[in-house]
């Protein structure tokens, strides 16, 4: 399936994502519209091309003439918009997010806007940054893109939300429910992010900053994390997360015990583990 | 201070950092000469033109023979080898070692060896791999050479140590005593490969191996790990293994506790810290 360009695309909120997303749909030929509550960003979008058209306030226009929408923001003020202005969205029309955390967030949408269609998705991209003015240097070809429908999806919303996957250029599209994504996220995602966070929180060790290789490097390089947007992931999908994070600490605690009592055989069983698992992780 | 080249150097131990020392130094005109457990590699090294010469036993008179001493072997065996053939060595001699724990191994080798001098050394160069056939892969321009003197040694001796590493090609060269390297490697090296290690261990994800992107990698892959060299590497160095274990414990024990109590606002202040200490890392 082929996107049709004679729609117009209504991008709320123009952060990192959001951004990229309304670069790539008016480089490619269609209408986009935008909503932010920055004026920079907004003056940013114009100036670069990346919208036609955009308002900080009184977009009530701009919700009513889109055909499609893409929500660019954080869950907890998705869930607001869409209690406020849900009613505004043209009967029938597409719509899908970004956000990282699903359950929490699917069925509530859908049900505010219960004329059109919310067919919920992640694209897999975020980085380090935040803010449309780093949306440029997002490459969606190498990230996953997971559609999550719900049985309130259409077979043909879901292949509009997989044909806009493609159109922004993801290669590796799947689809999960909201609970497998969630599970999933709070394992290759959210423990990750913690354990680098925590690493840095642990103790002041910056004069050792001179000797770090690349291990140290690696680890920690998704510590610089956006406070605002992480805590609200967290705490949205906190029940999978702290089942991951109990999880981890059972099994460094294990291995702490291995150390206690001199349990060198313990501890080479541990690496030769760790050594098979993670070869898996490099074959795909 | 540039090396004497007529010196003979001989390498104990031909494995990845081994192998490459011998590489360097062959190519640099030196007269390098090994000692190595295995047929395979003993028939690789001269091969290769690692060394000119070379035993698996039978090795007395390379010992006596050699004006330099390079150990590279794992901890518990330089012990053992000191023990039974450090007596063979030339009066006078520098000797120096690739070990990456130092407090067990520094004055036990001194000991050993009072007729020559031990400085001890860390090139921090490793890699996932192992054996002679990586060596070449083994870049040492980036990496720290840690020398770790102690009240034994002589500024002879040190500078010596110091122009080996420059031959090798390391750039940045650095004295810490044997207790602060310890304390240093148990955090920058040894901590993120516990993390790395438990994480795969926690639980089998390999399922989800499709769908990680860069943070789960950078974060698991020193995962894949030599399981007899950091058992004797996190064994060496327990004691300090184990607290900063705790330390990190605490940590996330602490962000576990935030969620729990749905403390946005405290896991909004740990991002910020953790951002704020990772920008320290980068500068260098």
Redesign the interface.
């Known amino acids: 399936m082929q996107l049709d360009t004679t729609k117009t695309y209504l991008i709320v909120g123009l952060g990192l994502l959001g951004g990229k997303y309304a670069q790539v749909l008016s480089q490619k030929g269609f209408t986009v519209t935008g909503i932010t509550h920055s004026d920079a960003t907004l003056q940013y979008a114009l100036e670069n091309g990346y919208i036609c058209r955009g308002a900080t306030r009184d977009f009530e226009e701009l919700v009513r003439q889109a055909d499609c929408l893409i929500f660019g923001l954080y869950p907890t003020t998705l869930l607001d918009w869409v209690q406020e202005y849900g009613a505004l969205i043209k009967p029938g029309a597409f719509i899908t997010d970004v956000s990282g955390v699903k359950r929490g967030v699917v069925e509530p949408v859908q049900a505010a806007v219960p004329q059109a269609e919310f067919i919920a998705s992640h694209p897999?991209a975020g980085r380090e940054t935040s803010g449309i003015s780093h949306s440029a240097e997002v490459n969606f070809a190498p990230?996953?893109f997971?559609i999550t429908p719900t049985d309130r999806n259409t077979p043909e919303g879901i292949e509009w939300c997989h044909a806009l996957a493609e159109t922004l250029g993801f290669a590796?599209i799947?689809q999960l429910t909201p609970a497998e994504h969630d599970r999933?996220i709070g394992?290759?995602?959210q423990?990750?992010?913690?354990?680098?966070?925590?690493?840095?929180?642990?103790?002041?060790?910056?004069e050792?900053?001179?000797?770090?290789?690349d291990?140290?490097?690696?680890?920690?390089?998704?510590?610089?994390?956006?406070?605002?947007m992480?805590?609200e992931l967290?705490?949205w999908n906190?029940d999978n997360?702290?089942s991951?994070?109990?999880?981890?600490?059972?099994?460094?605690?294990?291995?702490?015990e291995k150390?206690?009592q001199?349990d060198?055989e313990g501890?080479?069983?541990?690496?030769?583990?760790?050594?098979a698992?993670?070869?898996?992780?490099d074959?795909?």
């Open positions: 897999m990230a996953n997971i590796r799947t999933m394992y290759v995602s423990l990750c992010h913690a354990i680098a966070v925590c690493l840095m929180c642990a103790s002041d060790n910056t050792l900053a001179c000797y770090t290789g291990s140290f490097r690696d680890l920690t390089r998704i510590a610089r994390i956006n406070d605002k992480w805590a967290f705490l906190k997360l702290i991951e994070i109990d999880m981890f600490t059972e099994s460094l605690l294990n291995m702490r150390l206690v001199d060198r501890l080479e069983e541990m690496f030769r583990l760790s050594t698992r993670r070869a898996a992780f074959k795909k």
